[in-house]
């Protein structure tokens, strides 16, 4: 069963797994390995429903901003080493697709206007 935040099960590799209206992250470069996906802002990545257990010991190595159209521009995902969105990392462009060399892991993230 899907949780709240989590994208239908699919068959798709890669990035391709990603839902529309969703970021995701990889634990492997080029959207490869465990992916965790929200279509929300998370404060804290190691609670709540949508978890992400391999991100607390390691850094995503890709993402993909799936997002989509937002009447009020929210379509940057904005991301952050410390838990409520403080210390940024990072902000990953609606639509991009990228991989990532951070020396720390990500543990929130939030919807931006801009990056």
Avoid: Q
Avoid at 34 to 49: F, I, K, N, P
């Amino acid at each position: 069963m899907n949780g709240p935040d989590e994208p239908p099960a699919s068959t798709a590799a890669g990035y391709e797994r990603c839902a529309p209206r969703f970021v995701c992250f990889f634990s492997g470069s080029g959207g490869r390995g465990e992916m965790c996906a929200w279509e929300h802002d998370d404060a804290v990545w190691s609670e709540g429903d949508r978890a992400c257990d391999w991100a607390r010991k390691a850094a995503p190595r890709s993402v993909f901003d799936n997002g989509g159209a937002d009447p009020k521009g929210f379509v940057h995902v904005a991301h952050f080493a410390a838990n409520d969105f403080e210390d940024a990392l990072g902000c990953v462009p609606r639509g991009a697709r990228r991989d990532l060399a951070l020396a720390r892991p990500i543990t929130s993230h939030i919807w931006a206007t801009d990056c």
